[in-house]
């Protein structure tokens, strides 16, 4: 097969990694403007909560968003005391809510609400991978920190990207994610790496035009041929 084709067809096969853009906030007319910022891009949100119980600072908590439409929504719930927060984040019919290990979680509680469909699982830099094992069963999702969560701009601790591979190995089924310091120019290694999801968020949503900088990270994500 010409070379040149060889790369086209190598590109194709790993065109698949979804970027999905993050707001962390703890102002109400800041997250408002955010949302704004990305909602036209018809992917899905996630939305970052912390209250200072797993992360060393405090978002808008889920009584304090208001109402919340035109999109998918994912919570990523980073709280070692999240059962508090079930019910509000139900009622907004969220495509996925992701808990983390080694949490103060009632875990059948959430999965009487939830589908398997609908949760996933965050391992935080100091975790491993064999954590895992004990909560992969209800989850179809695991999302690898590669940063310490609760604030933005912190450089990517790619150590941590070794998880997908090590995720994916034992759990070949499962969806693999990524969050922390993911930007131009390190998005690539995180797409060798094998993750199915990046999930960004100043590098899109405090960026001077949120459009262009999602289909540049998109771009530069996907295109990537292997030496």
């Not at 109400?28 to 909602?39: D, S």
């Not at 978002?59 to 208001?66: E, F, I, N, V, W």
């Not at 995720?167 to 310091?181: A, N």
């Amino acid at each position: 097969m010409p070379n040149a084709i060889l790369e086209e067809f190598i590109i194709l096969i790993i065109r698949n990694m979804q970027i999905i853009p993050t707001i962390l906030c703890d102002d109400t007319t800041e997250f408002k403007k955010q949302w704004r910022n990305i909602l036209h891009l018809k992917t899905p949100i996630q939305i970052d909560i912390t209250d200072n119980t797993l992360t060393p600072s405090q978002t808008l908590l889920p009584s304090q968003l208001g109402k919340l439409s035109g999109t998918d929504i994912i919570f990523h719930l980073m709280s070692d005391a999240p059962d508090q927060y079930l019910n509000t984040l139900a009622e907004y019919r969220p495509k996925k809510i992701i808990l983390h290990v080694n949490t103060n979680t009632n875990w059948s509680l959430w999965q009487d609400h939830f589908t398997k469909a609908q949760l996933g699982i965050a391992l935080n830099p100091e975790n491993h991978v064999d954590e895992l094992e004990q909560y992969i069963a209800n989850f179809s999702e695991v999302l690898i920190m590669t940063v310490h969560p609760g604030s933005i701009g912190q450089p990517l601790l790619t150590e941590n990207l070794e998880k997908i591979s090590a995720v994916k190995k034992l759990y070949p089924d499962i969806t693999v994610s990524v969050d922390g310091g993911i930007k131009p120019g390190n998005i690539k290694s995180v797409a060798i790496s094998g993750a199915d999801i990046a999930y960004i968020g100043s590098a899109i949503t405090r960026a001077v035009n949120p459009s262009q900088a999602y289909r540049e990270l998109l771009k530069e994500g996907n295109e990537v041929v292997y030496p």
